[in-house]
């Protein structure tokens, strides 16, 4: 099923981040963690792809086809474009359209030394253009309420956002935050901007005090200073700051919830527990 299928008929969907294990002795592990996810019933679950390398495109569509056909959830295949050329994506699509994944995550990635970027393509919207005719997926995109680092502001953010919808991207997924004003006023810009697309909020639970400053660095969210305060305060304790985390999670998500949002995107860091405890949290909302 086309993810863009779900948004139109449901009127608030649940949906699950994962990444695909970086060692082949993990494998075996994820039966374990998708055995979870799946009993709660996400509408589909996306699973990340790594910078660079082939080894990496074939973890994550060998995780999508096990989402898919052991699982019978639909999975959101993520693929970046800066490092691959025309060739290379052709390659990818027969594969993905070969094993009937429907959905696509069109993605530019992250600039970095140690990927060799390649001319074919600058941005995520030159993907889904190339994308468009090739296929038949349905195709989401990547926004960002605190707008992504390298945009100059937020109008050029959202004419940026608006080419890569004309290109095809029928849904965004959000970059995680912790502050909903942010998002209340991103989606406010792309309404007046004439993007009418689902917009679905990225909501990471955060579980400990490591991984909130590895985030907060790698994609610049604001970190409201009610949020640092409970991590300050239990930041040596690790079952209160699981506790504390859940319930600042359950908040934000409740409020986007009430604000009629299209539905919610778990970023679950591949922890059952975490989605498991929202989940609870929401049965007679969602
Ligand atoms: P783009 O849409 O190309 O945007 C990048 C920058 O270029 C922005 O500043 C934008 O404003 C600007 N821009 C866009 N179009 C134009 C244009 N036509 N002219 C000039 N400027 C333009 N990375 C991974 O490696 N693997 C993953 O699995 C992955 N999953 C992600 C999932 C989500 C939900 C999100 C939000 C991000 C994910 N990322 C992932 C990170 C992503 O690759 C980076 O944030 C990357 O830096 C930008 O990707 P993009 O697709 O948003 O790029």
New binding site residues.
């Given amino acids: 099923m086309k993810i863009s299928d779900i948004y139109s008929k449901k009127k608030r969907s649940l949906s699950f981040?994962i990444?695909p294990p970086k060692k082949d002795s993990e494998l075996k592990n994820i039966d374990a963690t998708l055995e979870v996810l799946c009993q709660l019933k996400p509408d589909f679950i996306?699973?990340?792809?790594?910078?660079g390398g082939s080894s990496n495109c074939n973890r994550?569509i060998e995780l999508a086809k096990k989402i898919k056909y052991e699982y019978q959830v639909e999975p959101v295949v993520?693929l970046?474009c800066l490092s691959y050329d025309k060739a290379e994506i052709d390659e990818f699509s027969k594969v993905l359209a070969a094993e009937g994944i429907q959905n696509v995550?069109?993605?530019?990635?992250?600039?970095n030394p140690n990927i060799q970027e390649k001319e074919d393509f600058?941005?995520?919207?030159?993907l889904m253009e190339y994308l468009s005719g090739k296929g038949n997926f349905c195709m989401a995109?990547?926004?960002?309420p605190e707008?992504?680092?390298?945009?100059e502001n937020r109008v050029?953010?959202i004419r940026?956002?608006k080419?890569?919808v004309d290109a095809g991207a029928q849904v965004l997924?959000?970059?995680l935050f912790f502050d909903n004003d942010y998002f209340f006023r991103f989606v406010e810009d792309c309404r007046i901007g004439g993007i009418n697309v689902p917009i679905i909020p990225?909501i990471m639970p955060v579980i400990n005090a490591a991984q909130i400053k590895r985030m907060v660095t790698m994609?610049g969210a604001s970190f409201p200073m009610r949020f640092q305060k409970i991590i300050h305060k239990f930041e040596d304790n690790k079952e209160a700051l699981f506790d504390a985390g859940m319930s600042y999670a359950l908040s934000q998500i409740i409020d986007l919830l009430v604000n009629d949002i299209d539905g919610i995107?778990l970023y679950t860091m591949n922890n059952p527990a975490v989605a498991g405890k929202i989940c609870e949290g929401i049965r007679n909302i969602i």
């Fill in positions: 981040e990444f996306s699973v990340t792809f790594g910078a994550t993520h970046t995550l069109a993605l530019r990635g992250d600039k600058k941005h995520a919207s030159d995109g990547a926004c960002y707008c992504h680092p390298e945009s050029s953010e940026h956002l080419k890569k997924l959000s970059q990225g994609c995107h």
